[in-house]
């Protein structure tokens, strides 16, 4: 097999790069919108929390907050989803002769690359299921 001319190598690593960063700037512009928009309903739950008819207000802001964070969870996922494809395509495609650098700086080891998503901010994402959840279930079995 003729190797691969080093021009068409750096090519498609600075796509392939160019598109990773393209993915970890959504993942991070995701963060900040979940971690905004919870950050909004747990201040709006602070503020109903005392009063006694906000029952169905507290219900509501928990059932967005589960609905918000999952959404956004899977969203995570798919950018992830993406970033991995790129890397299978990359050690797939590089030829044995190219010695530069890589396209993630620190690469999940393995073929089949399903360390990513254990990544933090997937399971912060879920993290927030989880409790929005646990408040749901108190508001709905001990405040009346």
């Not at 909004?40 to 503020?47: C, D, I, T």
Request: glycine share 6%.
């Amino acid at each position: 097999m003729e190797p691969v001319p080093v021009e068409i190598v750096h090519s498609h690593e600075a796509v392939v790069r160019e598109m990773i960063t393209r993915e970890d700037e959504l993942t991070n512009q995701r963060m900040l919108w979940m971690a905004a928009f919870n950050g909004l309903l747990f201040a709006a739950l602070g503020f109903a929390w005392e009063k006694s008819d906000a029952r169905f207000f507290e219900i509501v802001l928990s059932t967005l907050g589960i609905a918000s964070s999952f959404l956004n969870g899977l969203t995570l996922i798919s950018a992830m989803t993406a970033q991995r494809r790129l890397l299978l395509w990359w050690r797939k495609e590089v030829s044995n002769t190219y010695y530069g650098p890589g396209v993630m700086g620190l690469e999940p080891p393995g073929k089949r690359v399903y360390s990513v998503y254990f990544a933090p901010w997937i399971l912060l994402a879920f993290a927030f299921v989880v409790g929005w959840g646990a408040i749901l279930i108190y508001v709905c079995k001990y405040v009346h």
